[in-house]
Each structure stands twice: as structure tokens, then as C-alpha cells.
């Protein structure tokens, strides 16, 4: 474990001890495959020219007009800008280089420019187009916080790049765009995001742009929000620009610049991001199974550590809109000066227990404790832990207190440099009234729409919602289901810390989810105020009582309790069999509602009995090894990676609601082998097996964490219908039962699968 000294790695500079000697050959980063599900892209989903978690989020838009199907979008031939920012509810500057022989203002309200695949390069941390209209070669590239671009421009035009200063950019409309010229090569500027549904409050990004030449003109029109740079005619050399970015200060954009990027070498800058990038993504080195499924790996792997957003400066400095009025916070500084983490933007943690909970506690424990210290600062500011924050906003996404499974994971595993006694208090405010689980998603004003009271005193949460409708995702039975595993876990880390009267309550509590089991009908099932069932009710239909899924799926949201639920069943064996014609069933739609989280409501879709392309199923295959059946957590935890998350191509990727690296996680952790039901939130928190891909995986284990060198998961005789373990060994020793414990497993050592047809 590590010393109470706080020592944070930033991404941008990562520490000499995990740039590992031995890389196999392609590096893992050269494996990434950018474009992976591009066709069906929303605004956050994609970017190329950033690093993990950057601020800077640099890519082409082929869409901005909303925050779903917006952004890169693969099959579209028309880029409308590059834009610096794309993240939960955020966006901002825009940038379009331009060539012409006449009058440039011609261009503002009309400078779109076609462009192909064929003369398009994208890698981690890269991005190369050709735009027809003008001739211009553009390449883009980022450090954490500032972007990087270089044009080749055609002899004779005149160059130009325009500035988007308004109009809507993805999920915002862009107002207050200002740029103004600072010197020969200098301009200062801001765009402010104005409010969504979701975010509630405004935030400006502010940003200062350096270019490698003179500037020679601004030309503005009066009716349109956007402004082209001149430089004068193109000789046919390259034309450099670098733009960096902050929420609080156009000084700290400044401060941003110098610190992060004070030189003008492009190649330099996109070779440091690409072994930024390789630095992390190398902590998991695999051998065997196909080419494609390696690169679907990393790639799975790099969206893990991609989607969520940098909000602080350099210098410690961050946009804090939890209270009244917008003000400049101030992160904690050591000795040196330095933040001690950074602040981050984040969409939920709503289904993050069973993905990068797991996933960062086990190979990014210096990444989840950055997060857990940023929570821990918005509690500080505005007295709530968050469950998915923008721009410094509560944005109440989604339902409950999906925060408290990852701060007690952390807990339990070790990963302790953050200020537990405050996390406490916070966590334990989000399971009473005025906390998380009084608000359903989006609620701003009220605290009305999660209806924890009513849980509390009825013990289930009514549906419909006596109270009125507040917030969205009101959905009863489901908001019970997730309470009571979320209360459970905080019981676990009550009993760590020495609280008996908490973990008795939060215990109690925990049993709740017997009280929407319908024992007739064999389901979860929404009750009413009065406590008369749902009728009529259909299981399979979506939304009725369940949050973004139907009762078939959400009755097995019981990670705490899986005994006791195939006990309210008949037993684990009625259960298995119960679940099996689920898969069955589900298997003929390929397990997902569709390709993409648009479709999954629709009639040929929304009544699939297991869905792997949202959260509320994400557990389903591995709940088998609780009913006494591992065989079948083995073969249809393989199915469901051969359906659902093998694919390497634009158009299919994760069949639905990826969410800023959620469905990149579970990927990993399925492909790996490994698992956790309840996000590891007892006491030596137990990795369940499952059926590995890889004929090897080695997980390189941070030194300041852990005291074991590397995990590694060796699976002999492995082929495509090898589904089932046969026999399992670590360090030697039989392994009795479901899984290792996490002390043993991050002590180091090598688990030994011998993989076989037959179960």
C-alpha cells in the first residue's frame, strides 16, 4: 500500500516505474482501432487527438446539432469543424481552417467541406483529413489540456482558419463567443455552454490560441457568431496553431500552455501523447486468440480510459457550479506546489460497479483514487457526492447513490489516500432524504423524484411516484432493486469502520428487494402506493417500473443477495434453469437491443430478456456461478463476447449505451476472465471466473498499491468453443470455488485454466 504521502501521476507525465521494459511488438497503443462503433456515435463518444481523461478532446464533427448522433459520425462525408471539447454535457471551440482567392467573408455562413476515408488517418492520439473544398491537409494532435494542429495549405489561396464562436456545438448552445488579438501570433478568447436539460447551470470555456505565423487579418460578419484568421497567401508550408483550454481563467489557459506544450514540434507532441497512451494501455499485455480480437481489446481497453474529462488547471484551479453562484476553487497543493488530483467531468456511475469500479481498482488504482478525491471535492463544495458531474454542475444523471459501490470497492481493496471520514459522511447523506437517492435523473429543483422515503417507511419505492413527477428514470421497482444493493455496500464499509448502528440500519435495508419479488408470477414487479402489484404486468415490457430496462432483466439486480433471491425462486437450481431460457431467448437477438441505445426501445427489441448493451444486465452471465452452475457463467459469458463485444468495425462495437468507458470495462474484465458481482465491496473482496479469451493475459500490478509484480491468467488449450474450465490452479494450489480473493491475487502469482468442451 502506499504512504500516507500522496503522490498523484498525472497521465501527461506518468511515473518512470510503469514505462515497462519488454513491449511486445505491435505496442499495444498501435493496436487501438479508433473508428471502432464510430457510425453510431453520440457527442462524448468520440475523440482521437486527446490523452486519458485530457481536458482536450480534439476531433473532426460531422454532426453538432445535439448530443446524440453528433460529433465524428463514420458514414457522414461533410466535416463542419474541429472541436476541442467532447464530454458530458460539454463542448467548445470550434475550428475550421479555410482557403480562398476572394472575399473571406463569404466563407462564415458557409464553410462545411466534404472529405473521404481514403485520405483519413486516426490513431490514439492522432487524427489526419484531407478537406476537399479547400485542398487543406489538417492533422491534429493534444497534450492534456492543450490541442495541437498543423495545416498544409494549397499554393496560391490564401490561408485561413474560422473560429465557431456560437450556434449549437453538440449538446450545448453556444452563446458570449468572443476572440480577440493579443499579439502578432496570439488571440485570446471564450464560448459559454449554456444550460441543458441536464446541466443546469452555464459554463465558459476560455481559451488562448498561438499560431506559428503573423496574423494578418480578422474578418467578422454582423449576423453571423464566427471570425476567420488571415495569414496571407500560402507559400505551401505548414501552418501551426495551438489552442489551449481552461473553465476558470484565461490566465490558467495561459498557464496551461506554457507548462504543457511551450514548443512548436508537432511530431514530438504526437509521439509523446501515442506513448502516454501505450504506457497505460501496457499494463495488460495478452497473447493468443486472433489479431482482431487483440486490437478489440486495447481498443476496449483505451475507451476504459478515455470518455471522462479533466476540469483543473495546471495549477490546481477549477470550475466549482454546486452552489449558489460560479466561483474559482482551488485544489489541495503539495509540497511542491502541485495538485494533488485533478478535477474531473464524468456522466454516471449508474452500472459502474461491475465495470470500471473493478477495472480501475485492479490495474489504475492511481487513476480511481484521482476520481475518488474529486468526488470527495465536489461533497466539500456543494454537500453531495456526486453521481455524474459537469463542469463543476450536479446533473443528478440517472437514479441512486451509484458513487457509494466505488468509494467502498476502493476501500476494501486498499486504496485509501483520500479523506474517508469526509467520504463517509457524504456517502451516508446520499442514502437519506435530501441525498442522491431523494433525486431521479435530471432533478435540479426538487427532492422529490427518487422517493427514498417512501423506501425507507413502505420499504419499496412506489410506482408510479405518489408524489408527482419530478426528475427522469422515476421508475419504482427498479429505484428499489438499486437501492437496496447500494445500501448493502455502505453496510460493508460501515462494518469496516467500526459503525455498528450504520451497518445494522443499511443492513436492513438491504433486504428490500424481497419486497418488489412477485412470487406468483416468478418476477420483480412495481407495486403501488397501497402495495398492490403492477396489473396488468408484462416482464418483458421496457420502462414500466424499471430504469432503462425491463422487469425480466432488472429481477436479477440482486449482487448482494443471489442465495436469497433463487431462495424466493424455489431454489438455485429453478433459478438457473429460469435464467438459462432467458440467454436462450436472448441469444437470438445477439443479447443486445439492437446495434446502438437509440434503437433499444423499440417493438422488435424492447422485450429481450438479457441486454448487453446497457447496464441493468451487465452481471447476468456471471450470476450463474452463485446458483452452483460456473459451467454456464463459462459458456454464456463466452457467447455474449462473441455476440456483443467482438466486433472491429464502424458499424457495430457495444450494440448500445457505452457511456464513457463503461462498456469498454466490462469488455476487458469478461475478456480477462474476471469479475466481480458486487464490485468487490465485502471484506477481501472476491474475482469470479468466468472464461477467458486469451491464451495469456498479464496484469502488471502498481507498485505503490500492491505488493505482488504482476497477475497472470494462463489458459491452456484455449480455442473458440473451449468455453469451460476444467481445472484451475494459483501459484500452484487448487483453486476451490468461484474465484481468488483480492489479498492473494494482488499478491502476485499466475492462475493456471485449463480450458475443455465439456463442463
Same mark, same amino acid.
Given at each position: ?16 516505474? *510503469? ?41 473532426? /464533427? ?42 473571406? +467573408? ?16 486516426? $490513431? ?46 453538440? =449538446? ?27 446541466? =443546469? ?63 512548436? @514540434? ?114 466539500? @463544495? ?42 463517509? +459522511?457524504?456517502? $451516508? ?19 422529490? %423524484? ?29 429505484? #428499489? ?20 448502528? /450504520? ?14 419479488? /412477485? ?24 420502462? $414500466? ?5 425491463? %422487469? ?26 429460469? *435464467? ?47 446458483? %452452483? ?12 463476447? @462473441? ?64 505488493? %505482488?509484480? #504482476? ?31 483480492? +489479498? ?12 475443455? #468442451?465439456?463442463?
Amino acid at each position: 500500500m502506499r504512504s500516507s504521502t500522496f503522490r498523484i501521476a498525472f497521465l501527461f507525465c506518468l511515473l518512470p516505474l *510503469l514505462s515497462f521494459q519488454g513491449k511486445p511488438d505491435p505496442q499495444p497503443v498501435d493496436l487501438v482501432y479508433p473508428m471502432l462503433d464510430a457510425a453510431n456515435s453520440r457527442w462524448f463518444y468520440f475523440s482521437s487527438a486527446t490523452r486519458p481523461f485530457g481536458m482536450v478532446n480534439l476531433s473532426p /464533427d460531422h454532426e453538432i446539432d445535439g448530443a446524440w448522433n453528433s460529433g465524428y459520425r463514420y458514414d457522414a462525408d461533410t466535416i463542419k469543424g474541429f472541436s476541442h471539447i467532447h464530454a458530458w454535457q460539454l463542448s467548445g471551440v470550434s475550428v475550421m481552417p479555410v482557403s480562398y482567392t476572394d472575399a473571406p +467573408e463569404k466563407l462564415i455562413g458557409d464553410y462545411y467541406s466534404a472529405y473521404s476515408h481514403e485520405k483519413e488517418t486516426v $490513431k490514439a492520439g492522432y487524427h489526419k483529413v484531407f478537406l476537399d473544398r479547400y485542398g487543406i491537409e489538417a492533422e491534429l494532435t493534444a497534450s492534456h489540456r492543450v490541442g495541437m494542429h498543423r495545416y498544409r495549405y494549397p499554393k496560391g489561396n490564401q490561408a485561413g482558419i474560422l473560429f465557431h464562436l456560437g450556434g449549437n456545438l453538440g =449538446p450545448s448552445a453556444m452563446v458570449d463567443g468572443q476572440l480577440k488579438q493579443t499579439g502578432k501570433r496570439k488571440l485570446e478568447g471564450q464560448v459559454t455552454n449554456s444550460p441543458t436539460s441536464r446541466r =443546469p447551470k452555464p459554463i465558459t470555456v476560455h481559451f488562448q490560441v498561438e499560431f506559428d505565423q503573423d496574423i494578418e487579418s480578422l474578418t467578422s460578419h454582423d449576423s453571423m457568431p464566427h471570425i476567420i484568421v488571415g495569414f496571407g497567401e500560402s507559400q505551401g508550408k505548414l501552418l501551426q496553431m495551438k489552442v489551449s483550454l481552461s473553465y476558470t481563467h484565461p490566465d490558467n489557459a495561459t498557464e496551461n500552455m506554457m507548462t504543457e506544450l511551450p514548443h512548436w @514540434d508537432f511530431d514530438r507532441v504526437a509521439a509523446d501523447t501515442r506513448e502516454v497512451w501505450n504506457d497505460l494501455l501496457s499494463r495488460i499485455e495478452i497473447e493468443g486468440n486472433t489479431e482482431t480480437q487483440q486490437k478489440r481489446f486495447y481498443t476496449d481497453l483505451w475507451k476504459a480510459l478515455q470518455g471522462r474529462r479533466t476540469i483543473s488547471d495546471v495549477n490546481g484551479a477549477y470550475p466549482d457550479h454546486t452552489g449558489d453562484t460560479f466561483r474559482i476553487g482551488q485544489l489541495p497543493l503539495n509540497d511542491e506546489g502541485k495538485p494533488l488530483f485533478r478535477h474531473f467531468n464524468s456522466d454516471s456511475f449508474w452500472g459502474a460497479q461491475w465495470t470500471i469500479a473493478v477495472l480501475w481498482a485492479l490495474v489504475y488504482p492511481d487513476i480511481a483514487e484521482e476520481f475518488a478525491n474529486s468526488f470527495i471535492q465536489y461533497y466539500k @463544495d456543494g454537500g453531495l457526492i456526486p453521481r455524474g458531474p459537469s463542469g463543476g454542475n450536479y446533473t443528478y444523471v440517472m437514479t441512486g447513490a451509484s458513487s457509494t459501490p466505488f468509494f467502498v470497492g476502493l476501500y476494501q481493496k486498499g486504496i485509501r489516500n483520500f479523506d474517508m471520514a469526509t467520504a463517509y +459522511e457524504g456517502l $451516508k447523506k446520499n442514502h437519506l432524504p435530501g441525498g442522491m437517492m431523494s433525486k431521479s435523473g435530471y432533478e435540479h429543483q426538487t427532492a422529490n %423524484g427518487g422517493n427514498v422515503e417512501d423506501y425507507i417507511s413502505k420499504g419499496y419505492v412506489p410506482y408510479p411516484n405518489p408524489k408527482g413527477r419530478f426528475g427522469g428514470h422515476e421508475q419504482g421497482a427498479g429505484q #428499489t432493486l438499486e437501492y437496496s444493493f447500494q445500501d448493502w455496500t455502505l453496510a460493508q464499509l460501515s462494518r469496516a469502520l467500526g459503525k455498528q448502528a /450504520d451497518e445494522a440500519l443499511f443492513l436492513s435495508r438491504s433486504a428490500h428487494y424481497k419486497n418488489v419479488y /412477485d412470487a406468483q408470477s416468478g418476477w420483480m414487479r412495481p407495486k403501488d402506493e397501497n402495495g398492490r402489484w403492477m396489473d396488468p404486468y408484462d416482464p418483458y415490457d421496457y420502462g $414500466k417500473g424499471f430504469v432503462e430496462a425491463n %422487469g425480466a432483466q432488472f429481477t436479477w439486480f440482486v449482487p448482494h443477495d443471489l442465495p436469497g433471491l433463487a431462495d424466493l425462486m424455489g431454489g438455485k437450481e429453478k433459478a438457473a434453469a429460469k *435464467l438459462n431460457r432467458q440467454f436462450e431467448e436472448a441469444e437470438k437477438l445477439g443479447f443486445t437491443s439492437g446495434t446502438s441505445h437509440a434503437v433499444e426501445t423499440h417493438p422488435e427489441y424492447r422485450r429481450i430478456p438479457v441486454n448487453y448493451g446497457n447496464q441493468p444486465s451487465m452481471q447476468m452471465a456471471y450470476v450463474f456461478n452463485y446458483l %452452483g452452475r460456473p459451467d454456464l457463467t463459462q459458456y454464456w459469458s463466452r457467447k455474449v463476447l @462473441d455476440k456483443a463485444f467482438s466486433a472491429l468495425t464502424p458499424h457495430l462495437g457495444y450494440n448500445g449505451d457505452e457511456d464513457q468507458g463503461l462498456m469498454g470495462s466490462l469488455a476487458v474484465l469478461m475478456k480477462l476472465g474476471i469479475f466481480q458481482m458486487n464490485a468487490g465491496t465485502e471484506e477481501n473482496p472476491l474475482y469470479e471466473l468466468g472464461s477467458p479469451i486469451f491464451d495469456k493475459a498479464v496484469i502488471r500490478l502498481h507498485p505503490d498499491y500492491y505488493t %505482488g509484480e #504482476t497477475f497472470t491468467i494462463q489458459a491452456a488449450n484455449n480455442r473458440p468453443d473451449h468455453f469451460y474450465i476444467k481445472s484451475k490452479a494459483f501459484n500452484g494450489a487448487e483453486v476451490k470455488g468461484i474465484g481468488i480473493r483480492h +489479498e492473494a491475487l494482488v499478491n502476485g502469482g499466475i492462475l493456471q485454466l485449463e480450458m475443455g #468442451t465439456e463442463p
